[in-house]
Each structure stands twice: as structure tokens, then as C-alpha cells.
Antibody, heavy 119, light 107 residues
């Protein structure tokens, strides 16, 4: 079965760090473009970052300089390292596959992991 | 590129035909997707490339448009269709944005 499973969310103080994981099954992370998308409580969707199959990475302005996307090919897992966290980073974080066959729309999503930044 | 969905919310009945609009602040050709999201769940891809139906999505869903104006139509609402719908542009991929969402409620 093709699926993504996130983990690593939790409660962290402002200025703290957290690393999110997204384990894939049924397909190979390193062969695909993979994104992180977040959703603040009661709000809409915001794209955060993408890693291309070739390894290039891109970030939303809100994430630049603080977040790092990466992957471990041996574990078929995507990561998002989040540093210098702010209250406004509080959200559910989803990982997703960007499918070039669907014009790079996000065709597979994880269930999400909640990140709460609060003192 | 900004995406504006209308309406922001609406009430409808089972069996109704429904149209949601997404307007882009500049032309995006056909680089638009539609998603459905139910409370506590991940979004689900419905339509990509403005009008292509994602595999497994019921044929009552359809998309149209190009340039700046796009629509998502549900031909006959079913109980499981009550959710929030988002459009997403992919014109300047990877820098993409979503619309603010349209919440569909049961009348």
C-alpha cells in the first residue's frame, strides 16, 4: 500500500527545535519530489518546503534559514528539521508527494503531525 | 500569485449541483489543482491540470478553466462531499500557494 506516515510532532518552547519524520511505503522517496505543507489551527494550507529527486531543496519565505528538508534513502524517510521555532509555526505538518504525472499536484499525503510552539 | 476562492462557505443539500470558483491574480495557464479536506484528515487530490480527474475520484467531480478563472463542479452532492475544498496553483512550482478554502456545509 502506498502511504506516508509522519511522526515527531509535539510541544516545544519558542526558540526550540524539532525534527519531523515522514516514512514512505509503497514507493521510493528518493525517486520523487517530496514536500512539507502545514496548516495552522482553523486555517488554510501553506506550502513549506520541497526536495527534488536530484536533491535540490526549496523553501517558503517563512521557513528559509530556519527549516531544513532532507531525506534518508536507506530508511525511505523524509525529514523536516525546524529550528528557532516561533509561536506562528504552530500547525499540523503534512508530508506529501509531488507527482509530475499530475502536473506536480500532491497526490499522496500523510496523516499529519501536530507541532505546538508555546511557552 | 494569489488565489481567491468564492464563496468562502456555503450550504447545500444532497443532490444539488454546486460550483466553486478560484481566481488567480495572474494567468497560470492550466496549472491548477483542487483538493478536498475533511476535519482532522489530510487533503485529498481531486483534480489536477485544471480539468484532469485524479484516479479513484468519482466522476461527479469536474474542473474547468484556464488563465485566471477556474471552477470545481460537483454534479450531484453526496453526503460524503461535505468538506472544505482548496484550489492550488502550480504555475511557479515549487513556489506554490493554496486558496483560502471553501467550506461546504449541509443545509
Amino acid at each position: 500500500e502506498v502511504q506516508l506516515v509522519e511522526s515527531g510532532g509535539g510541544l516545544v518552547q519558542p526558540g526550540g527545535s524539532l525534527r519531523l519524520s515522514c516514512e514512505a511505503s509503497g514507493f521510493t522517496v528518493s525517486s520523487n519530489y517530496m514536500s512539507w505543507v502545514r496548516q495552522a489551527p482553523g486555517k488554510g494550507l501553506e506550502w513549506v518546503s520541497v526536495i527534488y529527486s536530484g536533491g535540490s531543496t526549496y523553501y517558503a519565505d517563512s521557513a528559509k534559514g530556519r527549516f531544513t528538508i532532507s531525506r534518508d534513502n536507506s530508511k525511505n524517510t523524509l525529514y523536516l528539521q525546524m529550528n528557532s521555532l516561533r509561536v506562528e509555526d504552530t500547525a499540523v505538518y503534512f508530508c506529501a508527494r509531488d507527482n509530475p504525472a499530475a502536473s506536480y499536484a500532491f497526490d499522496i499525503w500523510g496523516q499529519g503531525t501536530m507541532v505546538t510552539v508555546s511557552s | 500569485i494569489q488565489l481567491t476562492q468564492s464563496p468562502s462557505s456555503l450550504s447545500a443539500s444532497v443532490g444539488d449541483r454546486l460550483t466553486i470558483t478560484c481566481r488567480a491574480s495572474q494567468g497560470i495557464s492550466s496549472y491548477l489543482a483542487w483538493y478536498q479536506q475533511k476535519p482532522g484528515k489530510a487533503p485529498k487530490l481531486l483534480i489536477y491540470a485544471a480539468s484532469s480527474l485524479q484516479s479513484g475520484v468519482p466522476s461527479r467531480f469536474s474542473g474547468s478553466g484556464s488563465g485566471t478563472d477556474f471552477t470545481l463542479t460537483i454534479s450531484s452532492l453526496q453526503p460524503e462531499d461535505f468538506a472544505t475544498y482548496y484550489c492550488q496553483h502550480l504555475h511557479s512550482y515549487p513556489s506554490i500557494t493554496f486558496g483560502q478554502g471553501t467550506r461546504l456545509e449541509i443545509k
